[in-house]
Antibody, heavy 118, light 111 residues
Framework: QVQLQESGPGLVKPSETLSLTCAVS?????????WGWIRQPPGKGLEWIGS???????YYNPSLKSRVTISVDTSKSQFSLKLSSVTAADTAVYYC???????????WGKGTTVIVSS | NFMLTQPHSVSESPGKTVTISCTRS????????VQWYQQRPGSSPTTVIY?????PSGVPDRFSGSIDSSSNSASLTISGLKTEDEADYYC??????????FGGGTKLTVL
């Protein structure tokens, strides 16, 4: 079955770029489906960041679109999130996700905490 | 764009039935599927309802979802409440740009 594992720095300085990777096992990431990112600030609710179709088409939250890039690396069976010009408001648990249909998260990663602080 | 509004918290006793609402601010609730996710403390969310009223395998039939166009809202109903149902519940739909929109979440207390 599909398994997801996020990785990346747990601490990022303000104004820098947050970079996270999600390793996918149990499925060929380039074959089909959508792969996405969702975040949850401490003590708050969920926020959809965006998703990418296996072909490379991307769908971003309009409120983050100017700062977000999601990409897929089929050779490494992983997909990535880059969020530029971060501030303290970007401090959150970041989840990677598998979506068989673009509108529904079938599987969530365990999540990785990113703190934005100098 | 639209918002999904949920009650901040609900509580009910074990064995009873509880319903959590999710109201769409603009546009028809019926025009885009609604999903419901359960998030226990310290854990990742999991799906309890997708496509308005479908249950993933492994989710007990005590969980059900529905859509009410008259109130422009979706509902998650949990019957025969168990203490293990205590969690945060999030509704989610999507907009015309194919990105997801979450409700603010509802904390369910089973006391």
């Amino acid at each position: 079955q599909v398994q997801l594992q996020e990785s990346g720095p747990g601490l990022v300085k303000p104004s820098e770029t947050l970079s996270l990777t999600c390793a996918v096992s149990g499925y060929s990431i380039g074959s089909d489906y959508y792969w996405g990112w969702i975040r949850q600030p401490p003590g708050k609710g969920l926020e959809w960041i965006g998703s990418i179709y296996h072909s490379g088409s991307t769908y971003y939250n309009p409120s983050l679109k100017s700062r977000v890039t999601i990409s897929v690396d089929t050779s490494k069976s992983q997909f990535s999130l880059k969020l530029s010009s971060v501030t303290a408001a970007d401090t959150a648990v970041y989840y990677c996700a598998w979506l068989r249909r673009f509108y529904h998260v079938d599987l969530w990663g365990k999540g990785t905490t990113v703190i934005v602080s100098s | 764009n639209f918002m999904l509004t949920q009650p901040h918290s609900v509580s009910e006793s074990p064995g009873k039935t509880v319903t959590i609402s999710c109201t769409r601010s603009s546009g028809s609730i019926a025009s885009n599927y609604v999903q419901w996710y359960q998030q226990r403390p310290g854990s990742s969310p999991t799906t309890v309802i997708y496509e308005d009223n479908q249950r993933p395998s492994g989710v007990p039939d005590r969980f059900s979802g529905s859509i009410d166009s008259s109130s422009n809202s979706a509902s998650l109903t949990i019957s025969g409440l168990k203490t293990e149902d205590e969690a945060d519940y999030y509704c989610q739909s999507y907009d015309s740009s194919n990105h997801g929109v979450f409700g603010g979440g509802t904390k369910l207390t089973v006391l």
